[in-house]
């Protein structure tokens, strides 16, 4: 056959078309999958928020990729990398951009991993995340319902799993030391885990299963089946409130939250601080507390009080209260201490008082404002003897009293001047350095310290506390700030015996950050009422011929003579010592 030109050319035409067919079909699938990818990224880049705080009970943390833990805020926004941590009394609420839902039980941390939500492309979406201890409760939003294995929980070293699409809402807990031990709940949909001892196949709505060393898991049983423990705690976040789990626009649902939160706690600090008297700064071994109105309570670091408390410090307790004004009391061992009617207006300082019982043991007491700015709103019996404040200065003195059999009792003065009506009569003044004791068959004259009973000196060891500046406080963030102290002191206590424990030394750290950020706020807070304090007492100053009242004052208010082994400062002082006992007084 006779090849012609036109058919060598339509020969090189089909031959060029093959290749370019070839060299298409070699392209396209890299280039579709680049182009979906560089898509993939712009979108996650605008998109992939990861949630904010919804809601905080307490002071929880928040402590993001290569930052400090600071106090956690309804409003703040969180990425992929954010670690939450709660105290014991404390729950924090997570609302994601797709409408999940993160509710943190107290004593629990939670590690948000990978999380990017596309809302036009749910199927592309991914949500993990880590409870590192603790309890939490997760309600899906539109990843979990639409894409199940798009996500990822964790829990120590177990894994959950969603089963089916529809979305679930599920409580797991977890306590991964010594070994781990833990459980799951489900009130809606299905979950399967896989934990370090074999796996639990299905957990379905109403169903519970444990898991715990030494043997395998057994399959899921109702509710009404698990312990009453888990029952309370399960009941404790299944009662929360939450918020609905549909997407938002996080930066736009983070602003009105925080708006909303900030107003709500603006009242309701005012309201609540309106009526407390103070809070438990420090406490050592057991101390307990009852109000009024309610039963026998625990008194912690960081246990606000209202009047009407009774602390009982039992046979080795310690306790440091802090009061609205800056009033201290130190109670001793053995101790029984009711707070009686307490007022404190920053803005009516001649309306403010304070009423004091010591029904019996030691107390040492350290004046605050009420007592510079109205001497006769103070109140104070020892059993039945009457403590007088005789000075219009800074006080500091401790009172002893055992009303077991006949009264007997002791007062020691560190600053200031004070008498006692007692049953047996009057002591006239006892001033610093001085005590003086009675007793059915004890004179009343007063003796200097140095040759006074041992009894004496016994009383006098409550000098030996250190104590927080006696300033006015506001009273809920300086109650958090104590008990942010405390728990970084505990947290540093157990790092300390396990210095090889990644975990426990990252948990210290944070603790301590958190400790540091609370003390801040609650310094400022307190300084806006110590600046109230000070306007109200300048404007009630009388003026005079060289010009008004707010003119004459000055500039820096006199300081506190320290007493021995004492720290503290008088009421309107600039500054002062910060607490030494961090979260206890031994």
Avoid at 95 to 123: E, H, T, W
Avoid at 379 to 402: E, K, Q, R
Avoid at 508 to 518: F, N, V
């Amino acid at each position: 056959m006779r090849v012609t030109g036109n058919m060598r050319r339509a020969a090189r035409v089909f031959s060029a078309g093959c290749m370019l067919l070839a060299l298409a079909a070699f392209s396209t699938a890299p280039w579709a999958q680049a182009r979906t990818g560089a898509r993939e990224t712009s979108a996650a880049n605008s998109t992939c928020a990861g949630g904010y705080v919804h809601e905080v009970s307490g002071f929880g943390s928040i402590q993001k990729v290569a930052a400090k833990a600071v106090g956690a805020k309804v409003g703040d926004v969180f990425e992929t990398g954010a670690v939450f941590r709660t105290g014991p009394a404390e729950k924090t609420i997570l609302k994601f951009a797709d409408g999940q839902i993160v509710a943190l039980g107290p004593n629990s941390a939670v590690r948000v991993g990978r999380y990017c939500y596309l809302a036009d492309s749910p199927m592309l979406s991914r949500s993990s995340m880590e409870l590192i201890k603790g309890e939490m409760r997760v309600v899906t939003g539109r990843i979990g319902s639409a894409n199940p294995d798009a996500m990822q929980i964790t829990a120590g070293d177990s894994l959950l799993s969603v089963l089916k699409p529809g979305g679930a809402d599920l409580t797991v807990s977890v306590n991964p030391d010594p070994r781990e031990v833990g459980y799951a709940a489900i009130a809606r949909g299905e979950i399967s885990v896989s934990t370090p001892y074999g796996p639990i196949s299905r957990i379905s709505a109403n169903q519970y299963a444990p898991w715990q060393p030494g043997r395998r898991p057994l399959p899921a049983i109702p509710f009404a089946a698990a312990p009453a423990v888990v029952q309370a705690s399960l009941a404790g976040l299944l009662s929360t409130v939450l918020p609905s789990n549909t997407p938002v626009v996080v930066e736009t649902a983070a602003r009105t939250a925080g708006t909303l939160a900030s107003a709500a706690q603006a009242q309701a600090a005012a309201n609540v601080d309106a009526r407390l008297a103070g809070y438990v700064e420090a406490v050592s071994n057991s101390v307990s507390m009852q109000s009024t109105s309610s039963k026998t309570a625990t008194a912690n670091a960081g246990t606000t009080f209202a009047p009407g408390t009774t602390f009982n410090t039992g046979a080795d307790g310690r306790a440091v209260l802090k009061f609205a004004d800056g009033q201290i009391v130190v109670l001793g061992p053995g101790s029984v201490l009711t707070v009686g009617q307490y007022k404190f207006d920053p803005s009516d300082l001649k309306t403010s008082s304070s009423t004091l019982e010591l029904v019996n043991g030691a107390m040492r007491f350290v004046s605050g404002y009420i007592h510079a700015e109205n001497k006769e709103g103070i109140s104070i019996s020892a059993g039945a003897s009457i403590i007088d404040i005789l000075n219009t200065g800074p006080a500091d003195f401790t009172v002893v009293v055992d009303t077991k059999t006949q009264e007997v009792g002791i007062a020691r003065v560190a600053v200031g001047e004070i008498s006692a009506h007692t049953p047996y009569g009057p002591i006239d003044k006892i001033k610093a350095d001085q005590s003086s004791l009675w007793g059915p068959k004890t004179a009343t004259s007063t003796i200097p310290v140095a040759t006074s009973l041992a009894v004496v000196q016994a009383a006098a060891s409550l000098q030996l506390s250190g104590l927080p500046d006696n300033t006015p406080a506001a009273v809920v963030p300086a109650a958090q700030a104590a008990a942010a102290v405390a728990q970084a002191t505990q947290a540093e206590a157990v790092a300390k015996t396990d210095p090889q424990n990644a975990r426990l030394q990252a948990e210290a750290k944070a603790a301590a950050e958190l400790a540091d950020s609370a003390t801040k706020t609650a310094t400022v807070t307190g300084e806006a009422v110590l600046a109230k304090v000070i306007a109200t007492t300048l404007e009630a100053l009388a003026p005079t011929a060289a010009g008004p009242a707010l003119a004459q004052a000055p500039a820096t208010p006199a300081a506190l003579p320290v007493a021995p082994v004492a720290s503290t400062v008088t009421p309107g002082a600039a500054g002062g010592s910060t607490t030494d006992c961090r979260g206890s007084c031994k």
